[in-house]
């Protein structure tokens, strides 16, 4: 149900859908390959190619699950999340029993797994939509899923399951058909996450502040945060100021409206992309074939912003032009 708050045509979330946007390509990018008996051999406009990557950064950006940030909860291992343990059958519903992932794939969000394909991940749909019978993602060097053929994988190791329909299948040709849906330009959860961001710059945490984000939260599983915080968080009263609450409010924006859009845009109005652009994009070791070496943070490349990137340079026959123009900042 997650998954189609996005997918899902005109459901009761969407409050602006661009049918001159439909959803198609994107989710050619964004499928993972789940059923080692076909190939990604369709053309770029209608294979499956499995190449729309998030990078490390986003997944730990996800919430555990009890709601608090991971480096915030005081119930689970942040320290030592790289580390390799087998799921059990007890995580059947998230993760294959018996294969080995990094710890941090466990214990996570509704929104996390709802969202995310990973390594040993169970992806719901794609000719399988019954809980006891799922395909799974295996994305390490030589599996079905990942670096064995052309540039059709992950270079993250990471796939962004949340845009693709549950009911998209590959063909016997190898084609992938696609459900298309008008692209989600407004959200409901996107207006109440607006709203609480704008009211608690007004007049700080209140009953009325988190009303709003937490009619999000319970959209997503998690308790009000005015429970979470005090009984997992590290930082039980970060949510009583303004300054917490604003933090607390921008990890919930860029977690529900994730691979959507908006996070570029997001970042920079915070005026923080100087720190958060500037850093590298990172993921797992994908040549690698064993868990213990797959598992290594690797650094994709990096990237650097500055202050003056904030605003494009005025083309100079304009300043010539009109001598009343200044040039933006830096430039």
Request: no cysteine; proline share 5%.
């Amino acid at each position: 149900s997650i998954r189609n708050a996005i997918t899902e045509k005109w459901n009761s979330e969407i409050i602006w859908g661009s049918t001159n946007s439909l959803a198609n390509q994107i989710q050619n990018w964004a499928q993972a390959i789940v059923d080692p008996s076909t190939g990604v051999s369709g053309t770029r406009d209608n294979g499956a190619h499995a190449q729309y990557g998030p990078p490390l950064k986003i997944v730990e950006m996800y919430y555990t699950k009890n709601g608090v940030p991971i480096d915030e909860d005081k119930d689970w291992d942040y320290q030592n999340r790289y580390d390799v343990i087998a799921a059990e059958q007890e995580d059947s519903l998230y993760i294959y029993p018996g294969y080995e992932t990094a710890k941090l794939h466990f214990d996570r969000e509704p929104r996390f797994y709802a969202g995310v394909g990973f390594d040993g991940g169970m992806w719901f749909g794609s000719g399988k939509n019954d809980e006891a019978d799922m395909w799974h993602v295996e994305n390490r060097l030589g599996s079905y899923s990942g670096r064995t053929r052309g540039d059709q994988y992950s270079i993250t190791g990471y796939y962004a399951k949340k845009l693709v329909h549950f009911l998209n299948l590959v063909q016997p040709d190898d084609s992938y058909q696609v459900q298309t849906y008008p692209w989600p330009v407004i959200r409901l959860a996107d207006l109440y996450l607006y709203y609480a961001e704008a009211l608690n710059e007004i007049q700080g945490s209140t009953p009325e502040t988190l009303k709003w984000i937490n009619k999000v939260r319970e959209r997503a599983g998690l308790l009000p945060i005015e429970e979470a915080w005090p009984t997992y968080s590290v930082y039980p009263d970060k949510y009583l100021n303004k300054d917490g609450l604003r933090e607390i409010i921008h990890q919930e924006r860029l977690i529900e409206m994730a691979f959507e859009g908006s996070r570029f845009w997001d970042i920079r109005r915070w005026k923080k992309a100087e720190a958060i652009f500037s850093q590298p994009i990172t993921g797992w070791d994908i040549g690698e074939e064993l868990p213990m070496y797959y598992y290594q943070k690797t650094v994709l490349f990096k990237r650097n912003f500055v202050s003056k990137d904030y605003l494009w340079p005025i083309k100079e026959n304009n300043l010539i032009i009109n001598k009343n123009l200044i040039q933006n900042p830096g430039w």
